[in-house]
């Protein structure tokens, strides 16, 4: 273990501490994919594995009320294990490691490695299940526990102000615009209907056992809005049979979708670039702008 390394065990030991939280240091580990918190697993002194979200920057902690009683609101609704907050303050959010591996993590490098098969009849069915059945909680009981609701021209306009704020600060690539502004100008890329969205549904946020979807955890950026939001990433990321699979299960557990939902996905997982540059404005951080303007412009990163 390196200086630093040990420097953030023994952090996150104490943080442990000040909220009566005992930690066996030897079995910290700590996954560094979130943009928003620092994730730590640890055994406690009883023998239970606890997860530690530390946050990295103090505006995140201000949604994390809303999150806890969203959490409240899903966990009774889905077939998935979610998150039970036992400590909430604005220095840690701590709760009791739910069961399965996050599908995708980052080793000590910083490489991607895969503990999902994300192309597999057992993963594909298991998220159309458990989007169905998340896209199907009243939109009413969600709005209750304070989450942003976005009708679909809401959606729409708020992609519009996004996409300005971002052009207004870097350099887009003009095919990237023009493809924005197709999307955005024909109704029938758009859903004409909102739901409650995790909208981060990716393998990092999946915990699976052998491809079975057993958890979903961060559930920070959940809203009201687009139901594509949730298979954005399963459409950029498996093949077309997988992602009709999903969507096929999805749609027989009540999902709603339209034609050109396939396409109005691809579209929005071009736009992801839009998100990161909000991202790099919001924390001011240079190296997420560099990134974010290499991804916003390709061809001048080239």
């Known amino acids: 273990m390196t200086n630093a390394a040990e420097e953030l065990t023994n952090d996150i030991v104490d943080l442990a501490a000040a909220h009566d939280l005992t930690i066996d240091s030897s079995t910290v580990a700590v996954n560094e994919l979130g943009l928003d918190f ?23 902690t201000a949604r994390a009320d809303v999150e806890a009683h969203l959490l409240r609101l899903v966990a009774p609704h889905l077939s998935a294990a979610v998150p039970d907050w036992q400590i909430q303050t604005p220095e840690l959010i701590a709760y009791p490691l739910l069961p399965g591996t996050p599908g995708l993590e980052l080793d000590a ?4 490695e895969w503990y999902v098969d994300v192309s597999s009849t057992a993963f594909a069915t298991g998220l159309g299940d ?12 969600a709005r209750s526990t304070g989450v942003e609701v976005r009708s679909p021209a809401k959606v729409r306009e708020a992609w ?9 600060e870097f ?15 024909d109704d029938s890329y758009w859903p004409t209907h909102s739901v409650l969205t995790h909208g981060e549904t990716y393998p990092a946020h999946t915990l699976v056992v052998d491809n079975d979807v057993t958890g979903v955890i ?13 298979f ?29 939902f396939a396409e109005h996905c691809a579209h929005r997982y071009s ?17 997420h702008r560099t990134a974010a303007a290499a991804q916003l412009n390709p061809s001048e990163a080239s």
């Open 38 to 60: 620092r994730v730590a697993i640890a055994r406690t002194d009883t023998g239970d594995q606890w997860v530690l979200r530390i946050p990295r920057r103090a505006d995140v």
């Open 109 to 112: 490098r910083g490489e991607p």
């Open 130 to 141: 458990i989007l169905a059945q998340l896209h199907g909680i009243d939109a009413e009981q």
């Open 160 to 168: 519009r102000t996004d996409i300005a704020t971002v052009a207004a």
């Open 171 to 185: 350099q887009i690539a003009p095919e990237l615009t023009q493809r924005w502004n197709a999307w955005l100008s």
């Open 218 to 230: 961060d559930w920070t950026t959940a809203e009201v809005g687009d139901p594509a939001r949730d």
């Open 232 to 260: 954005v990433f399963h459409h950029a990321s498996v093949s077309t049979t997988a992602f009709n699979l999903t969507v096929q299960r999805y749609i027989d557990g009540g999902g709603r979708v339209w034609p050109r």
């Open 271 to 287: 736009a992801s670039p839009v998100s990161y540059g909000l991202y790099a404005l919001t924390t001011g951080d240079e190296e």
